[in-house]
């Protein structure tokens, strides 16, 4: 393990945080705010940062699970220091619910303990909803865009941030990429604020919004969230955007090169746009009665579904009064998540679409024993590693949840409540249902449940294996055989 290289990364990335939270502070300092707790937290994380960034390093070569180790350190440090600005502004005053308020933001889950954002100053605000913008596409791909890793096995560091069964490359050099992946995240960013403002939301508003919606976080600075604003437009926009942000940004990349037909064709997108149209559909006749027109019942129901199968979490209806059957149906999407590649959570549309077609696979061979049948994406078949991985990885999803919801179950909140918080916050959707409906929070929970809860959001976010691999011995282990 080359630990020097581990932690002098690690530096690297603090210090990134450190110029990140210059713009909050800015932002603090024309609003007349307090800018003191950013700045007590940018000359700590220089300090640390900058120690670590000293350290002397004789190998530059570095392998899966130094990849691995920069991973998961950089994500639990990143939200440690990003929880002081909360901590010394007393916004937050608890650390634990400081940190829950953090690591939701950076894995761009959404959940709050917050009962009133509105109080909350705009530096403060601004900070909260950046943490959704910096996760979403990954800091450590930002910093790579910035700082190239010494060889190709920065691939190692990608392939443990970057959501998904697969990461693929745009260009040769993963740096290039980064720089491609963060154009076109800037890009539609930038469209969406414009497209915002021209809908009458204020320029603040729109720029918080839009990183919630880019990260698809979903932390609005509205109590009521994007129902405060009373909009059609505003609503419709940010329901695109929404599906927009959760699909696979090689789409992007291909529509930029002007290979339509491929990025049309592709099959998770296909797939990922079914799920969308038909649950909008189902949700929307199931809650026609409730609403005065069909145009609000889809509206509600498009905008709805939009949030939670793309992980954002805004919201516009209080979806806890509707009837079980559109409750279940977002349950469901809640699992599915967005396209691989994308900003978005949960198990990822790719993942469904193997595990479905290994099931029928299976089926046709209990039928017809002697038959042959391949399991495909993209018109690629898929080896068994790859489909037994897909599979393994949905158990382990699970196993997950099980262990946290006996764990959160300890708080004694109705099952309703207790399994959606688990699954809300692995899957990094952020409201579930009754006590942590859109209209609800996290602060009722115990400080053990906010940790535990804050691990799940970290177990979504960076596909599982890198926090388990973390405190598994075979990444310390002096041995070649897990170096690839």
Same mark, same amino acid.
């Given at each position: 393990?080359?630990y020097?290289f581990v932690?002098?990364?690690l530096?690297?990335?603090l210090l990134?945080?450190?110029?990140?939270?210059i713009?909050?502070?800015l932002?603090?300092l024309?609003?007349?705010e307090?800018?003191?707790p950013?700045?007590y937290?940018?000359?700590?994380?220089?300090?640390?940062? %900058?120690l670590?960034?000293?350290?002397?390093?004789?190998k530059?070569s570095?392998y899966?699970?130094e990849?691995i180790?920069i991973t998961t350190?950089s994500w639990i440090?990143?939200s440690i220091f990003g929880?002081?600005?909360?901590?010394f502004d007393g916004a937050?005053?608890?650390?634990v619910?400081?940190?829950f308020?953090?690591?939701?933001?950076?894995?761009?889950?959404?959940?709050t303990?917050?009962?009133?954002?509105?109080v909350l100053?705009?530096?403060?605000?601004?900070?909260?909803?950046?943490?959704?913008?910096?996760?979403?596409?990954?800091?450590l791909v930002?910093?790579?865009?910035?700082?190239?890793?010494?060889?190709?096995?920065?691939?190692h560091?990608?392939?443990?941030e970057?959501?998904?069964?697969?990461?693929?490359?745009?260009s040769?050099k993963?740096?290039?990429?980064a720089?491609?992946?963060?154009?076109i995240y800037l890009?539609?960013?930038?469209?969406?604020i414009i497209?915002?403002m021209i809908?009458?939301?204020p320029?603040?508003?729109?720029?918080?919004?839009?990183f919630a919606?880019a990260?698809t976080?979903?932390?609005?600075?509205k109590n009521?969230?994007?129902?405060?604003?009373n909009?059609?437009?505003?609503?419709y926009i940010?329901s695109?955007?929404?599906i927009?942000f959760g699909?696979?940004f090689n789409?992007?990349?291909?529509?930029?090169m002007?290979k339509?037909?491929?990025?049309?064709?592709?099959?998770?997108l296909?797939t990922y746009f079914?799920?969308?149209?038909v649950?909008?559909?189902l949700?929307?006749?199931?809650?026609s009665?409730l609403?005065s027109?069909?145009?609000e019942?889809?509206?509600?129901?498009?905008?709805?579904v939009?949030s939670?199968?793309t992980?954002t979490g805004f919201s516009?209806a209080d979806?806890?009064l509707?009837?079980?059957f559109?409750?279940i149906?977002l349950?469901?999407?809640m699992?599915f998540?967005?396209c691989g590649?994308s900003?978005g959570? %949960?198990?990822?549309?790719?993942?469904?679409i193997i595990?479905?077609?290994?099931l029928?696979?299976?089926?046709?061979?209990?039928?017809?024993p002697?038959?042959?049948?391949?399991?495909?994406l993209?018109?690629k078949?898929?080896?068994?590693?790859?489909?037994s %991985?897909v599979?393994f990885?949905?158990?382990?999803y699970?196993?997950i949840?099980?262990?946290a919801?006996?764990?959160?179950?300890?708080?004694n909140f109705?099952?309703?409540?207790?399994?959606t918080?688990?699954v809300t916050?692995?899957?990094?959707?952020g409201?579930?249902?009754s006590?942590?409906?859109?209209?609800?929070?996290?602060?009722?929970?115990?400080?053990?449940s906010?940790?535990?809860l804050?691990l799940?959001?970290l177990?979504g976010?960076?596909e599982?294996?890198?926090i388990?691999?973390?405190f598994?011995?075979?990444?310390?282990l002096?041995?070649?055989?897990?170096r690839n």
């Amino acid at each position: 393990m080359n630990y020097k290289f581990v932690f002098k990364r690690l530096g690297y990335v603090l210090l990134t945080e450190a110029f990140l939270l210059i713009f909050p502070t800015l932002i603090a300092l024309y609003k007349n705010e307090n800018i003191l707790p950013f700045i007590y937290t940018i000359l700590l994380i220089i300090v640390f940062g %900058g120690l670590l960034s000293l350290i002397k390093v004789k190998k530059d070569s570095f392998y899966a699970k130094e990849g691995i180790l920069i991973t998961t350190l950089s994500w639990i440090a990143l939200s440690i220091f990003g929880a002081l600005p909360f901590v010394f502004d007393g916004a937050i005053p608890s650390f634990v619910d400081a940190f829950f308020e953090t690591v939701s933001g950076f894995t761009t889950t959404g959940s709050t303990i917050i009962s009133n954002v509105e109080v909350l100053p705009k530096g403060i605000l601004f900070w909260r909803s950046f943490t959704h913008w910096i996760g979403g596409m990954g800091i450590l791909v930002f910093v790579i865009a910035l700082l190239p890793m010494s060889n190709d096995n920065s691939m190692h560091v990608a392939k443990a941030e970057m959501p998904g069964p697969f990461v693929s490359k745009l260009s040769p050099k993963l740096s290039v990429t980064a720089k491609w992946l963060y154009g076109i995240y800037l890009s539609l960013t930038v469209l969406e604020i414009i497209l915002l403002m021209i809908g009458g939301m204020p320029l603040f508003d729109s720029v918080v919004h839009a990183f919630a919606t880019a990260g698809t976080g979903g932390f609005s600075i509205k109590n009521s969230s994007i129902a405060f604003y009373n909009s059609k437009y505003i609503e419709y926009i940010i329901s695109i955007f929404m599906i927009l942000f959760g699909i696979n940004f090689n789409v992007f990349f291909l529509i930029l090169m002007r290979k339509f037909k491929q990025a049309i064709t592709n099959e998770e997108l296909r797939t990922y746009f079914i799920i969308i149209i038909v649950s909008v559909i189902l949700i929307m006749i199931n809650i026609s009665s409730l609403y005065s027109n069909i145009e609000e019942a889809f509206r509600l129901s498009f905008f709805q579904v939009s949030s939670i199968i793309t992980t954002t979490g805004f919201s516009t209806a209080d979806f806890n009064l509707w009837p079980m059957f559109s409750k279940i149906i977002l349950f469901v999407l809640m699992f599915f998540g967005a396209c691989g590649g994308s900003t978005g959570g %949960g198990l990822k549309i790719s993942r469904v679409i193997i595990m479905f077609k290994k099931l029928m696979k299976d089926l046709i061979l209990t039928v017809h024993p002697k038959s042959i049948k391949k399991v495909k994406l993209e018109n690629k078949t898929l080896d068994d590693d790859t489909i037994s %991985g897909v599979g393994f990885y949905f158990v382990l999803y699970c196993f997950i949840i099980v262990v946290a919801c006996l764990i959160v179950s300890l708080d004694n909140f109705d099952f309703e409540t207790t399994i959606t918080s688990v699954v809300t916050c692995i899957s990094n959707v952020g409201p579930g249902f009754s006590v942590i409906g859109p209209m609800g929070n996290f602060a009722a929970f115990s400080d053990l449940s906010k940790i535990v809860l804050s691990l799940a959001m970290l177990f979504g976010r960076l596909e599982l294996y890198p926090i388990l691999l973390l405190f598994s011995p075979m990444v310390y282990l002096k041995n070649r055989r897990f170096r690839n």
